[in-house]
């Protein structure tokens, strides 16, 4: 029971990191989604400011149709990518209430074999082991919660 719980303990790590790092993930698709798009948008203007400047252009017009395609293509990729980057936090987060729970199904197994055997092994160090097992596990459930 307690290798099993420190097995869960080392997944629920595993999955805090995960989520920390598609958080960063998620946070640098964005950043580098709007410095594509910014850059994109400024290249636009300059076209749009310049074909103001000489009139009708067929080249220009040409040329701001790409580029106003290609600024369609970044946010949506970048939507994409954000969209993928929720779905497995989504997921990672839903595991880790998977976890929890098993934890505290543990925590209510090691409690009953306490209550149950406490009275006959009250000086017993393996009780106080488990004792201090059932708080470190209650510990981590209120704090992961």
């Not at 099993?4 to 698709?29: G, T």
């Not at 203007?45 to 369609?72: H, N, V």
């Not at 149950?116 to 201090?132: F, K």
Request: cysteine-free.
């Amino acid at each position: 029971m307690l290798a099993e719980a420190n097995q869960i303990e080392q997944e629920l790590a595993e999955l805090r990191e995960e989520l920390s790092y598609l958080h960063r993930s998620d946070q640098l698709v964005g950043q580098k989604g709007r410095e594509r798009e910014a850059s994109l948008r400024f290249a636009l203007g300059e076209l749009k400011f310049e074909r103001s400047t000489k009139g009708e252009d067929p080249e220009s017009d040409s040329a701001i149709e790409a580029l106003q395609a290609r600024l369609s293509d970044v946010s949506e990729q970048t939507r994409v990518h954000h969209n993928s980057i929720i779905d497995k936090q989504i997921n990672r987060t839903a595991e880790q209430a998977h976890k929890l729970e098993e934890l505290t199904n543990i925590d209510e197994r090691l409690n009953s074999l306490v209550e149950r055997y406490a009275e006959d092994m009250r000086d017993n160090e393996q009780i106080e082991n488990l004792l201090d097992e059932r708080d470190r596990l209650r510990d981590l459930i209120e704090f992961e919660g």
